[in-house]
């Protein structure tokens, strides 16, 4: 076989910036006195298992995933019921622990909403309002009777904000410098820097096994990462900005590869 070129993938634009709205003062935490929603032990298993979903809360510490809990209010809706409408105020956060809830958006200039999603158990909705402190950016109405965990805007806001908002500028800002993600809509494009977890290796852990199944592709923050075929021929080195892994992903089989940390790196 010919030898493969190393290859060092350029296909990066520069960093852009994140806007400096979302991080706005919140700070408000000493006064902030959380609403306690009585409960019993059952639904309280029930919220931290749909918390445990959700990225949103995937920052926090134990004492504030209690106080989110004790602040979550169970929802219940009837098939038809609007929960959100697009260009309402943000009042709640929503994970859905029951049923199904069809998300439409009205766009400038057609005729009638489109159709964008069908939430289920376990998925959450009602984020960006009040995050953006915008209008609501969507309609949500319950597709069947539903149950949903309903989280007010100041517990969201004092509690629960600051550690998404981390992750999401961290994720959003090293999404928007690669061209993979030139032609997405913010919107998803913010899904995945959401669904993104970190990882930190040493130079010369075994990231990719050969064999390994495709749960996952990888994103190199820092460092760099080299890629070598089964018979042990370099194939790529990644540097920052790179990706890798994705091929057994997108084709659904396992991977052909293995990768190796080269220099001590972050990926993500
Ligand atoms: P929010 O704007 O608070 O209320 C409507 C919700 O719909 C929104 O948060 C998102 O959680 C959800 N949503 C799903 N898809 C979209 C989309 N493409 N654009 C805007 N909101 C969406």
Request: net charge neutral; with cysteine.
């Amino acid at each position: 076989m010919d030898e493969l070129p190393v290859v060092l993938k350029k296909d990066r634009k520069p960093r852009a910036s994140v806007s400096a709205e979302v991080f706005g003062a919140h700070n408000r935490r000493e006064d902030y006195k959380p609403r306690v929603i009585p409960k019993s032990e059952e639904q309280k298993a029930r919220i931290q298992k749909r918390m445990e979903q959700a990225f949103m809360f995937s920052g926090l510490d134990s004492k504030e995933t209690e106080i989110v809990v004790m602040a979550f209010e169970e929802k219940k809706f009837k098939a038809g019921d609007d929960v959100i409408i697009q260009g309402g105020d943000g009042d709640f956060f929503y994970v859905v622990d029951e049923g199904q809830l069809d998300c439409t958006k009205q766009y400038k200039g057609k005729p009638k909403p489109t159709y964008l999603k069908t939430y289920e158990p376990g998925e959450s909705f009602g984020e960006l309002a009040l995050l953006y402190n915008a209008p609501r950016a969507a309609s949500i109405k319950s597709k069947t009777d539903s149950t949903c965990f309903a989280l007010d805007r100041a517990c969201f806001n004092n509690i629960v904000k600051e550690a998404a908002c981390k992750k999401r500028q961290r994720y959003e800002s090293f999404l928007q410098s690669l061209s993979l993600f030139d032609k997405i809509d913010p919107y998803y494009a913010t899904k995945i820097a959401d669904g993104l977890n970190f990882m930190e290796v040493k130079a010369g852990d075994k990231i990719i096994n050969n064999g390994d199944n495709r749960e996952f592709f990888f994103f190199v923050e820092k460092g760099c990462v080299e890629e070598f075929l089964p018979d042990g021929k370099l194939r790529f080195t990644h540097g920052a900005g790179d990706y890798f892994g994705e091929e057994a992903f997108l084709n659904k089989t396992n991977q052909s590869i293995d990768c190796v940390a080269k220099v001590s790196l972050i990926s993500l």
